[in-house]
Nanobody, 124 residues
């Protein structure tokens, strides 16, 4: 089974950018469809984006399109999330997740493996 560790979170001003990383160990990242989710205090975990195993296809939540970019480097066993034009409402804990199914999914329940999360705080 794969272990996932996120990094790259922090405090940023509104309009700024961050790049999150998710390092995989235990199994190669290429075995999984990967996703990014986030959870703000008092809210449900929200789908951000997913990327297919060969990195050829990506999918985004409607509110993320145009500002967030998911990518992966299977050779480095690492998943990324580039976030631009950040807003205070983007403040949340960000999680990477892996699923063994071939198709992407926006559902939390469809992902079997999760990282511990990294905090992103956007100040106004």
């Amino acid at each position: 089974q794969v272990q996932l560790v996120e990094s790259g979170g922090g405090l940023v001003q509104a309009g700024g950018s961050l790049r999150l990383s998710c390092a995989a160990s235990g199994r190669t990242l290429s075995s999984y469809t990967m996703g990014w989710f986030r959870q703000a205090p008092g809210k449900e975990r929200e789908f951000i984006a997913a990327i297919m195993r060969n990195a050829g296809l990506t999918y985004y939540g409607d509110s993320m399109k145009g500002r967030f970019t998911i990518s992966r480097d299977n050779a480095k066993n690492t998943l990324y999330l580039e976030m631009n034009s950040l807003k205070p409402e983007d403040t949340a804990v960000y999680y990477c997740a892996a699923r063994t199914g071939l198709a992407y999914s926006t559902s939390v329940s469809q992902y079997s493996y999760w990282g511990q999360g990294t905090q992103v705080t956007v100040s106004s």
